[in-house]
């Protein structure tokens, strides 16, 4: 049974930072690309960054382009979102998604991905 679990989520003041990790398991994601979305209640799941399988393409939402920095782990089967200078408008609902295909390019589109983690809560105060 393949599973994505995220964590690190939590609530943090304006301007802080938060580190989410999103561990794979059941199977290896280490030739497939992976991404980070969010979600809000009342709106579309959103694209947030998104990783090739060698790391070397990510790809950014504009809105958070130069804040948050999205990164890979192969040898432990690990995905990371790096998030700083946070800000209200950042406050959702992460989930951490991964590609069925090998060697397939990065997406920003929720159906092109086929595994998914259950989400971790991101607060933002002002």
């Known amino acids: 049974q393949v599973q994505l679990v995220e964590s690190g989520g939590g609530l943090v003041q304006a301007g802080g930072s938060l580190r989410l990790s999103c561990a794979a398991s059941g199977r290896t994601f280490s030739r497939n690309a992976m991404g980070w979305f969010r979600q809000v209640p009342g709106k579309e799941r959103e694209f947030v960054a998104a990783i090739s399988w060698t790391g070397t393409n990510t790809p950014y939402a504009d809105s958070v382009k130069g804040r948050f920095t999205i990164s890979r782990d192969n040898a432990k089967n690990t995905m990371y979102l790096q998030m700083n200078s946070l800000k209200p408008e950042d406050t959702a609902v992460y989930y951490c998604?991964?590609?069925?295909?090998?060697?397939?390019?990065?997406?920003?589109?929720?159906?092109?991905?086929?595994?998914w983690g259950q989400g971790t809560q991101v607060t933002v105060s002002s």
């Open positions: 998604a991964g590609r069925a295909d090998p060697y397939g390019a990065t997406s920003s589109l929720p159906r092109e991905y086929d595994y």
